[in-house]
Structure formats: structure tokens, C-alpha cells
């Protein structure tokens, strides 16, 4: 799955999880003062998981925000491979799998690859995403540097005419399936039990339905 340089065109709904802590001009995201309320449909877990939970993530974000000051400037791949283990190691602290679904048709090997993106995760869905698709994915460094940036950013491409459109969704779902309500503060992230994000790649040009 690669390609050359094309867009990222993202749809986003209203339910945004947040990290409340990135803040940093090296590594942040926009806040959401939201109270902890119940996650409908979903298990919580016990008081001393969640607690460990707190304190990986802070622990794992206090690491994020140094490695990503001691970045060099004009190293591309140094900065990517952060934001990878980066986004890997921010969703396991918060207790999250990340469950990838590949296309039914392989996405074509000889045709840019113009990914089309439903998220319903948020910046978390965000993360994810860096995970799941290889970063020599067109489209990838666009979402890195939004969620997770870290020195001087990509450069924009223009769409390619004759691009394959990859899209992707995101979404969040546990054991019992998908979530009514998803959680919308890192304290709700942290409370559910067997939090799932699937990022479900579909079929390029083909139609996207809604993850199940």
C-alpha cells in the first residue's frame, strides 16, 4: 500500500476523544472539558486498572513530550517512527486494541493511493490509524503530523488526478460490539473494559460501509 503524494480528506464526527494532557508546541491536542459520565453499552473497568491506566499514560506522555524535543529538525524518518511508537505506546497505556480489518480487494499496487477517512474516534482514531497503515501510505504523514507533531512538518502535495480512493473508517467497539455512545475524555477512555479501535480498510474506489 504505497503511492505518491496525495491528500488526506478527513470526515470527522462530533464524538472527539481528547488526550488532556498534550499541550505542548511539540506534541498536543485541543481539550474537551466534558464531565465523566457512563460509557452506554460498555463494561467497565475495576478502580486499580483504571488507576494503572492513569498512571502508564501519564508516564507515557511525559516520554512522548521529550523524545519528540530531541528530535532533529529535517529527519523525516526519525520523526515518523516517533509518531508511530509514539501513537502505539499512548493507546496501550490507555488500555486500547487496536483491531485492523484489510480490504476484501487489495488495495492496487500500481495507482496513488488517496486515502478517503471516516473517523468516529477522534484523535484517538487518529492514532490508530498510524498504526494500522504502513506511513509510505500517501496521506499517512498528513494525519501524523495533525495528532502527533514533532518537528517540521510534511510538506502538502496536491491530489493526483488519477488517484485510487482508499477510504478507511475508524471506530470504536468492545467484546459485546459496537459502542451506542462512544467515550469522549481520557477518564472514559480509561473506564471502559476491553476498548477496541478498528480502523477497516475498504475496498479502493468501492463503497464504504459502516464498520459492524
Known amino acids: 500500500m504505497s503511492g505518491a503524494g496525495c491528500v488526506v480528506v478527513t470526515s470527522r464526527s462530533s464524538a472527539v476523544a481528547t488526550l488532556d494532557a498534550v499541550t505542548t508546541a ?65 493507546l496501550t497505556a490507555l488500555g486500547i486494541r487496536v483491531d485492523v ?56 502535495q496536491p491530489d493526483p488526478p488519477d488517484a485510487a480512493v482508499c477510504p478507511v473508517t475508524i471506530e470504536y467497539r468492545t467484546a459485546a460490539g459496537s459502542l451506542p455512545a462512544p467515550p469522549r475524555t481520557p477518564a472514559e477512555v480509561i473506564a471502559v473494559l476491553g476498548l477496541v479501535i478498528e480502523v477497516r480498510l475498504h475496498a479502493a474506489d468501492g463503497e464504504v460501509h459502516r464498520a459492524a
Not at 486515502?115 to 504502513?134: F, H, K, S, Y
Open 101 to 156: 480489518v484489510q480490504p476484501g480487494s487489495p488495495w492496487p499496487r500500481h495507482r496513488t493511493h488517496l486515502l478517503r477517512i471516516t473517523n468516529e474516534a477522534g484523535i484517538l482514531g487518529d492514532l490508530a490509524l498510524l498504526t494500522a497503515v504502513p506511513r509510505t501510505t500517501s496521506g499517512w504523514a498528513a494525519v501524523a503530523d495533525r495528532a502527533l507533531p514533532a518537528g517540521a512538518p510534511s510538506t502538502a
Open 26 to 90: 511539540q506534541l498536543r491536542a485541543t481539550v474537551v472539558p466534558l464531565r465523566h459520565r457512563p460509557v452506554l453499552g460498555a463494561d467497565l473497568a475495576d478502580a486499580a486498572t483504571q488507576q494503572r491506566r492513569r498512571m502508564r499514560y501519564t508516564a507515557t506522555l511525559a516520554g512522548a513530550r521529550m523524545r519528540a524535543s530531541l528530535l532533529p529538525g529535517g529527519s523525516v524518518r526519525r520523526r515518523q517512527a516517533f509518531q508511530v511508537c509514539s501513537a502505539a505506546r499512548l
